[in-house]
């Protein structure tokens, strides 16, 4: 499970760590009932408090994403195939809300914004957003 961390993002390092288990999880990359990596593990691995990550995975919990037991590993939990598209979903319109923001803000038209991102979905544009 790769997970990368920005300190300088203005996003506190829990909701990071929340959120990209949680897309892990709803692309299907991280199944039901698969186990998570340890607190102590995740935290040594990305550099951070282990009360940090617990407080991600807390919420994850919260969320209903995963199940804890008590001395045994956390897993993620299995939930209705209704419920897992929804979340996919909700990540993908979180995502986009701030892209159609700066499309409104830049005058393009529904049209151009729609071409933009079928282009960048196709593989048309490279991660640096130059055309190839």
């Known amino acids: 499970m790769q997970l990368q961390i920005d300190h300088h993002s203005g996003v506190p ?3 990071q760590i929340m959120e990209q ?8 990359y991280l199944p039901e009932g698969e186990s998570l990596p340890s607190v102590k593990d995740l ?18 919990e919260h969320e209903g994403l995963i199940t804890r037991r008590p001395g045994r590993p956390l897993k993620v939990k299995e939930r209705p195939q209704v ?7 909700h990540h ?5 809300n701030s892209a159609a923001t700066v499309a409104s ?4 038209t529904i049209d151009e914004a729609l071409r933009l991102y079928r282009d960048l979905l196709e593989g048309e544009l ?5 055309p190839h």
Do not use: C, W
């Open 43 to 60: 935290s040594g691995r990305l550099s951070v408090n282990p009360m940090t990550v617990s407080k991600a995975l807390s919420y994850l």
């Open 105 to 108: 803000q830049l005058g393009f």
């Open 126 to 130: 490279d991660h640096d957003n130059r």
């Open 83 to 89: 419920d897992r598209q929804k979340r996919r979903e």
């Open 92 to 96: 993908l319109k979180k995502a986009l």
């Open 21 to 28: 288990i949680a897309i892990l999880i709803e692309s299907g």
């Open 13 to 15: 390092v829990y909701r």
